[in-house]
Protein backbone atom coordinates (compact mmCIF):
# COMPACT_ATOMS: atom_id res chain seq x y z
CA UNK A 1 0.00 0.00 0.00
CA UNK A 2 1.34 3.08 -0.68
CA UNK A 3 -0.20 6.83 1.23
CA UNK A 4 -0.16 8.98 -1.50
CA UNK A 5 -1.05 12.36 0.83
CA UNK A 6 0.36 12.50 4.10
CA UNK A 7 1.41 15.31 6.59
CA UNK A 8 4.23 13.95 8.05
CA UNK A 9 5.36 17.59 8.91
CA UNK A 10 2.48 18.47 10.63
CA UNK A 11 2.80 19.70 14.42
CA UNK A 12 -0.13 16.51 15.61
CA UNK A 13 3.35 13.88 15.09
CA UNK A 14 6.06 16.41 17.08
CA UNK A 15 5.98 13.88 19.17
CA UNK A 16 6.30 9.86 18.19
CA UNK A 17 6.77 10.91 14.08
CA UNK A 18 9.33 7.71 14.32
CA UNK A 19 6.31 5.07 16.14
CA UNK A 20 3.84 6.50 13.06
CA UNK A 21 6.19 5.63 10.66
CA UNK A 22 6.77 2.44 12.48
CA UNK A 23 2.64 1.65 12.43
CA UNK A 24 2.71 2.36 8.90
CA UNK A 25 5.46 -0.34 8.25
CA UNK A 26 3.88 -2.70 9.88
CA UNK A 27 0.51 -2.20 8.37
CA UNK A 28 2.01 -2.84 5.03
CA UNK A 29 2.65 1.31 3.60
CA UNK A 30 5.42 0.82 1.84
CA UNK A 31 5.95 4.35 0.53
CA UNK A 32 4.07 7.75 1.81
CA UNK A 33 4.32 11.02 0.26
CA UNK A 34 4.58 13.65 2.65
CA UNK A 35 2.83 16.94 1.09
CA UNK A 36 3.52 20.15 1.79
CA UNK A 37 1.14 23.05 2.30
CA UNK A 38 3.21 25.98 3.17
CA UNK A 39 7.24 26.68 2.85
CA UNK A 40 8.34 25.26 6.01
CA UNK A 41 6.34 22.05 5.81
CA UNK A 42 7.03 22.06 2.30
CA UNK A 43 10.66 21.90 3.52
CA UNK A 44 10.11 19.54 6.24
CA UNK A 45 8.68 17.33 3.54
CA UNK A 46 12.16 17.29 1.71
CA UNK A 47 14.24 16.94 5.03
CA UNK A 48 12.39 13.61 6.05
CA UNK A 49 12.12 12.26 2.84
CA UNK A 50 16.02 12.39 2.77
CA UNK A 51 16.17 10.68 5.97
CA UNK A 52 13.40 7.95 5.48
CA UNK A 53 13.89 5.84 2.49
CA UNK A 54 10.41 4.70 2.08
CA UNK A 55 8.89 8.45 1.89
CA UNK A 56 8.74 10.87 -0.65
CA UNK A 57 8.22 14.54 -0.96
CA UNK A 58 5.86 17.15 -2.31
CA UNK A 59 6.06 20.77 -2.27
CA UNK A 60 4.12 23.39 -2.83
CA UNK A 61 1.57 26.18 -1.71
CA UNK A 62 -1.85 25.18 -0.59
CA UNK A 63 -4.45 28.10 -1.71
CA UNK A 64 -4.90 28.87 1.99
CA UNK A 65 -1.54 30.63 2.11
CA UNK A 66 -1.70 32.09 -1.57
CA UNK A 67 -0.87 35.35 -1.08
CA UNK A 68 2.54 33.86 0.57
CA UNK A 69 3.84 33.01 -3.31
CA UNK A 70 5.67 35.96 -4.56
CA UNK A 71 8.55 35.08 -7.06
CA UNK A 72 10.82 34.65 -4.21
CA UNK A 73 8.95 31.38 -2.73
CA UNK A 74 8.54 30.21 -6.37
CA UNK A 75 12.02 30.09 -6.92
CA UNK A 76 12.39 28.56 -3.64
CA UNK A 77 10.09 25.87 -4.61
CA UNK A 78 12.03 25.03 -8.06
CA UNK A 79 15.13 24.90 -5.79
CA UNK A 80 13.51 22.46 -3.09
CA UNK A 81 12.44 20.20 -6.68
CA UNK A 82 16.39 19.67 -7.27
CA UNK A 83 15.70 16.90 -4.52
CA UNK A 84 15.76 13.71 -6.17
CA UNK A 85 13.14 12.47 -3.47
CA UNK A 86 10.44 15.37 -4.47
CA UNK A 87 7.88 13.53 -7.05
CA UNK A 88 4.85 16.30 -7.35
CA UNK A 89 4.11 19.92 -6.76
CA UNK A 90 1.29 19.78 -3.96
CA UNK A 91 -0.38 20.59 -2.49
CA UNK A 92 -2.02 23.95 -4.76
CA UNK A 93 -5.48 24.26 -5.69
CA UNK A 94 -8.59 26.11 -4.59
CA UNK A 95 -10.43 26.69 -1.55
CA UNK A 96 -13.75 28.62 -2.14
CA UNK A 97 -15.57 27.03 1.35
CA UNK A 98 -12.86 29.11 3.68
CA UNK A 99 -11.42 31.47 1.00
CA UNK A 100 -8.41 32.39 3.69
CA UNK A 101 -6.98 33.78 0.51
CA UNK A 102 -8.60 36.38 -1.77
CA UNK A 103 -9.81 33.84 -4.95
CA UNK A 104 -8.06 35.85 -7.45
CA UNK A 105 -4.78 35.39 -5.51
CA UNK A 106 -5.57 32.16 -5.21
CA UNK A 107 -5.87 31.35 -9.00
CA UNK A 108 -2.74 33.09 -9.57
CA UNK A 109 -0.82 30.74 -6.58
CA UNK A 110 -2.81 27.68 -8.65
CA UNK A 111 -1.61 28.79 -12.01
CA UNK A 112 2.22 29.60 -11.17
CA UNK A 113 2.61 26.13 -9.37
CA UNK A 114 1.24 24.85 -12.71
CA UNK A 115 3.26 26.43 -14.57
CA UNK A 116 6.45 25.49 -12.41
CA UNK A 117 5.30 21.77 -12.52
CA UNK A 118 4.87 21.73 -16.29
CA UNK A 119 8.41 23.06 -16.10
CA UNK A 120 9.90 20.50 -14.10
CA UNK A 121 7.68 17.72 -15.95
CA UNK A 122 6.26 16.93 -12.49
CA UNK A 123 2.66 15.64 -11.63
CA UNK A 124 0.48 18.37 -9.31
CA UNK A 125 -1.25 17.00 -6.17
CA UNK A 126 -4.81 19.35 -6.36
CA UNK A 127 -6.87 21.02 -3.72
CA UNK A 128 -10.75 21.76 -4.35
CA UNK A 129 -12.66 22.46 -1.89
CA UNK A 130 -15.96 24.01 -3.22
CA UNK A 131 -14.38 25.10 -6.60
CA UNK A 132 -14.85 22.26 -9.04
CA UNK A 133 -15.99 24.34 -12.11
CA UNK A 134 -12.84 26.63 -11.41
CA UNK A 135 -10.70 24.15 -10.69
CA UNK A 136 -11.50 22.17 -14.41
CA UNK A 137 -11.53 25.54 -16.14
CA UNK A 138 -7.69 26.29 -15.16
CA UNK A 139 -6.72 22.99 -15.26
CA UNK A 140 -8.15 22.65 -18.70
CA UNK A 141 -6.78 26.53 -19.47
CA UNK A 142 -3.08 25.31 -18.24
CA UNK A 143 -3.35 22.23 -20.95
CA UNK A 144 -2.55 19.68 -17.63
CA UNK A 145 -2.50 16.07 -17.78
CA UNK A 146 -0.30 15.44 -15.47
CA UNK A 147 -1.72 15.25 -11.61
CA UNK A 148 -4.06 13.95 -9.00
CA UNK A 149 -7.06 15.31 -7.47
CA UNK A 150 -6.75 14.38 -3.91
CA UNK A 151 -9.10 13.65 -1.29
CA UNK A 152 -11.75 14.48 -4.20
CA UNK A 153 -15.13 15.43 -2.96
CA UNK A 154 -16.89 16.65 -6.38
CA UNK A 155 -18.98 14.45 -8.17
CA UNK A 156 -18.87 12.28 -11.17
CA UNK A 157 -19.32 14.54 -13.95
CA UNK A 158 -15.73 16.35 -12.44
CA UNK A 159 -14.68 12.88 -11.79
CA UNK A 160 -14.91 12.32 -15.54
CA UNK A 161 -13.94 15.59 -16.85
CA UNK A 162 -10.33 14.84 -14.72
CA UNK A 163 -9.71 11.51 -15.56
CA UNK A 164 -10.40 12.55 -19.47
CA UNK A 165 -7.29 15.49 -19.53
CA UNK A 166 -5.65 12.83 -18.28
CA UNK A 167 -5.70 13.03 -14.38
CA UNK A 168 -6.16 10.26 -11.14
CA UNK A 169 -8.87 10.30 -8.48
CA UNK A 170 -7.25 9.86 -5.28
CA UNK A 171 -10.24 8.94 -1.94
CA UNK A 172 -9.24 9.66 1.79
CA UNK A 173 -10.85 9.09 5.36
CA UNK A 174 -14.59 10.67 3.57
CA UNK A 175 -14.98 7.57 1.49
CA UNK A 176 -15.65 5.18 3.97
CA UNK A 177 -18.01 7.69 5.84
CA UNK A 178 -20.87 5.91 4.23
CA UNK A 179 -21.76 8.54 1.34
CA UNK A 180 -23.26 7.63 -2.06
CA UNK A 181 -21.39 9.99 -4.19
CA UNK A 182 -18.33 9.03 -3.56
CA UNK A 183 -19.39 5.25 -3.59
CA UNK A 184 -20.60 5.55 -6.87
CA UNK A 185 -17.50 7.55 -8.54
CA UNK A 186 -15.05 4.81 -7.10
CA UNK A 187 -17.10 2.65 -9.13
CA UNK A 188 -17.60 4.39 -12.68
CA UNK A 189 -13.88 5.64 -13.08
CA UNK A 190 -11.31 3.59 -14.27
CA UNK A 191 -8.96 1.39 -11.97
CA UNK A 192 -6.06 2.90 -13.44
CA UNK A 193 -6.89 5.95 -11.88
CA UNK A 194 -7.86 5.01 -8.55
CA UNK A 195 -5.74 6.45 -5.83
CA UNK A 196 -5.68 5.82 -2.21
CA UNK A 197 -4.58 8.60 0.64
CA UNK A 198 -4.80 9.62 4.35
CA UNK A 199 -4.82 13.44 4.08
CA UNK A 200 -3.56 12.90 7.90
CA UNK A 201 -3.81 14.27 10.71
CA UNK A 202 -6.74 14.93 9.15
CA UNK A 203 -10.06 13.01 8.19
CA UNK A 204 -9.46 9.60 9.78
CA UNK A 205 -11.46 6.50 8.11
CA UNK A 206 -13.72 4.37 9.91
CA UNK A 207 -13.28 2.53 12.46
CA UNK A 208 -10.51 5.96 13.91
CA UNK A 209 -13.03 8.56 12.52
CA UNK A 210 -12.69 11.72 14.35
CA UNK A 211 -8.77 11.05 15.89
CA UNK A 212 -5.59 11.82 14.91
CA UNK A 213 -4.98 9.71 11.43
CA UNK A 214 -1.53 8.16 10.66
CA UNK A 215 -0.12 6.35 7.15
CA UNK A 216 -1.31 2.79 8.52
CA UNK A 217 -4.79 3.66 8.59
CA UNK A 218 -4.52 4.00 4.37
CA UNK A 219 -6.17 0.09 4.74
CA UNK A 220 -9.51 1.13 5.49
CA UNK A 221 -9.81 3.42 2.72
CA UNK A 222 -8.13 0.48 0.15
CA UNK A 223 -10.43 -1.71 1.94
CA UNK A 224 -13.44 0.22 1.44
CA UNK A 225 -12.62 0.62 -2.27
CA UNK A 226 -12.26 -2.93 -2.42
CA UNK A 227 -15.82 -3.44 -0.87
CA UNK A 228 -17.30 -1.14 -3.48
CA UNK A 229 -15.73 -2.97 -6.19
CA UNK A 230 -16.11 -6.07 -5.50
CA UNK A 231 -12.67 -6.87 -4.91
CA UNK A 232 -9.71 -8.24 -2.70
CA UNK A 233 -7.93 -6.15 -0.65
CA UNK A 234 -4.77 -8.07 -2.22
CA UNK A 235 -6.39 -6.59 -5.53
CA UNK A 236 -7.25 -2.81 -4.99
CA UNK A 237 -3.77 -2.95 -3.38
CA UNK A 238 -1.96 -4.51 -6.49
CA UNK A 239 -4.04 -1.61 -8.54
CA UNK A 240 -3.55 1.83 -6.30
CA UNK A 241 0.36 1.06 -5.39
CA UNK A 242 0.66 0.63 -9.30
CA UNK A 243 -0.95 3.98 -10.52
CA UNK A 244 0.88 5.82 -7.68
CA UNK A 245 3.80 4.23 -8.88
CA UNK A 246 3.32 5.19 -12.22
CA UNK A 247 1.93 9.23 -11.48
CA UNK A 248 4.77 10.18 -8.88
CA UNK A 249 7.36 8.24 -11.39
CA UNK A 250 8.07 6.06 -8.00
CA UNK A 251 10.94 3.33 -7.63
CA UNK A 252 9.57 -0.18 -8.61
NI1 LIG B 1 -3.79 17.59 2.35
Known sequence: M????????SSKYRGDLPAVLKRARMAGVVAIISVGYDMPSSEASVRLADLEEDVFAAVGIHPHDARK???EALAKLEELCQHPKVVA????GLDFYRNLSPRKIQEKAFRD??????????PIIVHDRDAHSKVIEILRSE?????VMHCFSGDL???RQAVAMGLYISFAGPVTYGGKKAAQI???IPEDRLLV??????LAPVPHRGKRNEPAYVRFVAERLADLLGKSLEEVDAITDANARRLFNLPA
Not at 2 to 9: G, M, P
Not at 113 to 120: D, E, F, S, T, V
Not at 143 to 147: C, D, L, R, T
Open 69 to 71: LDE
Open 143 to 147: KVSNG
Open 89 to 92: IGEI
Open 186 to 188: VRR
Open 157 to 159: NVA
Open 197 to 202: ETDCPY
Open 2 to 9: IDTHAHLS
Open 113 to 122: QIRLARQLDL
